[in-house]
């Protein structure tokens, strides 16, 4: 076990006042899969925990603003969530401790549990698109700043920020940028009007758990936002199914055109996958957006 013992004492000691009971770490298994945290599986005398740790100083509140996320998520009663135990800071690692959820393999009643939930989750709207807080998608800062229509909160705080940090890191060519100039000028046009809906903010197949209890959903990156934006990024990397289409339409069905404004919709987890991890996605971004300009 490589986690370090400040660390444990300071879990131990909130799963203590959890559980109104004294806990036991036995043992920490790293666990693969987190592309950005170290993620922990705890046995412990209580059962099992899931833990995720990262430099403090990396992104500070980064954990308590995902604690917040998984809490708004959980407030809806749709999509499960793990339950948050605590979050915490201890020798300069800041962690976040989670209910775990045990993962079976994915199948397509899984795709259309998630539609559903999905669908019901995004009913849940609030006045104005963004969030009282702003947040984190992966290491990247994600701000919030209320906006009362989908085209500006769009552009001024999803796009524009990220092609302004590609461009500084040399990461997108100036043709590109002058292509997302030329979107900007269009995109009121090409999006539907919606109310805003709860979004998960980052549902790609690694952030969707099928378990015994059904499908758990972890790590958003949570705002009111246009809905087409989850539809679009679930099916961005692979792993869930046209199934999830299909039960979310069942549900609350997509607007006609919508086929048409997927690129559109990946055009912002693409950036942030370019921003996080470069070169390859360059490509991505480029072809989606001549799709539109
Ligand atoms: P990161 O922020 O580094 O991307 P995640 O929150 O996505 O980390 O977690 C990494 C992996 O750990 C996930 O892909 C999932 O497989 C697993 N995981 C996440 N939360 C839990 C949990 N509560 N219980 C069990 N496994 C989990």
Not at 41 to 62: C, I, Q, V, Y
Not at 105 to 130: I, M, V
């Amino acid at each position: 076990m490589d986690l370090n013992t400040d660390v444990i004492a300071g879990v131990e000691a909130e799963l203590k006042a959890n559980l109104g009971t004294s806990v036991r770490i036995r043992d920490a298994r790293s666990m693969s899969g987190g592309s950005i945290n170290d993620a922990w599986s705890l046995e412990t005398s209580a059962g099992r925990f899931f833990l995720k740790t990262n430099a403090a100083d990396r992104h500070p509140s980064r954990f308590v603003a995902e604690a917040a996320d998984l809490a708004l998520l959980a407030s809806t009663n749709e999509l499960r969530t793990p339950k948050v135990i605590a979050t915490g800071e201890a020798a300069g690692t800041a962690w976040l401790l989670l209910e775990f959820h045990i993962a079976k393999t994915w199948t397509s009643d899984a795709d259309a549990e998630l539609g559903r939930g999905l669908a019901k989750q995004h009913r849940h709207s609030q006045p104005h698109f963004g969030l009282d807080r702003d947040n984190w998608i992966g290491l990247l800062p994600q701000d919030n700043t209320p906006a009362s229509d989908w085209a500006t909160f769009l552009v001024q705080h999803r796009l524009a920020p990220l092609i302004r940090m590609a461009r500084d890191h040399q990461r997108i060519g100036d043709g590109d940028v002058l292509r997302f100039e030329r979107l900007y000028a269009v995109i009121p046009d090409l999006i539907p009007h919606e109310r805003p809906a709860l979004l998960h903010g980052d549902l790609w197949h690694g952030n969707a758990l099928y378990t015994a209890d059904g499908v758990v959903v972890v790590d958003p990156a949570a705002y009111y936002g246009h809905r087409e934006m989850d539809v679009a990024m679930a099916g961005l990397f692979g792993g869930i199914g046209p199934g999830l289409l299909d039960a979310y339409n069942n549900e609350w069905p997509m607007e006609p055109g919508w086929e048409g404004r997927i690129d559109l919709c990946r055009l912002y987890p693409l950036l942030v996958h370019l921003n996080l991890f470069g070169g390859g996605y360059a490509a991505q971004v480029s072809a989606a957006l001549r799709k539109y300009v």
